[in-house]
């Protein structure tokens, strides 16, 4: 179980790409790349979890920015 769990996954919500939570994520664990996750990983846990797909998704991002 990752620490920063339920901040990870209100970023997803919030619209930061997957991109910007991988380098979070090293920035705040640069020691310790056990809590480190690909944004692939990020792309799949939030495709197959979150459910944020389209239009949504799209709206989102720009939102996000």
């Known amino acids: 179980r990752h620490p920063d769990k339920e901040e990870i996954i209100k970023k997803l ?3 930061d790409s ?3 939570i991988e380098t ?3 920035t705040k ?3 310790n790349k ?7 990983s990020l792309q799949t ?5 979150l ?3 389209g239009d949504l998704l799209e709206d989102i991002k720009i939102d996000g920015r």
């Open 45 to 49: 846990f939030r495709s197959k979890h």
């Open 34 to 40: 056990r809590y480190h996750i690909s944004y692939m």
């Open 13 to 15: 919500l919030n619209g």
């Open 18 to 20: 997957v991109k910007q």
């Open 51 to 53: 459910d944020i797909k």
């Open 24 to 26: 979070w994520l090293k």
């Open 29 to 31: 664990y640069p020691k």
